[in-house]
């Protein structure tokens, strides 16, 4: 996965990164408590995807016919 700090990653990163965790748990050598270990990553990752799309669609602005900008809803 990527080298910097979680806080930095941008939602491509992550997506790459959970890719590269899918990949890993379909390994055909990988143990039961790495497929947890790797499951619960991919958990975390997902929520923190999450949280940065939740946060773009609040920063969204919609033009209003008036010319005027409002929140997207």
Not at 13 to 39: C, G, H, N, P, T
Not at 44 to 53: F, G, P
Request: hydrophobic share 35%; no cysteine.
């Amino acid at each position: 996965m990527s080298d910097q700090t979680n806080e930095n990653r941008s939602l491509e990163q992550r997506m790459d990164d959970l890719d590269l965790l899918i990949e890993k748990m379909e390994a055909d050598d990988v143990s039961l408590d790495e497929s947890f270990a790797l499951y619960k990553q991919g958990l975390n990752e997902i929520k923190e995807a999450n949280d940065m799309l939740d946060a773009m669609e609040k920063a969204m602005l919609v033009l209003t016919e008036d010319g005027e900008t409002e929140e997207f809803s």
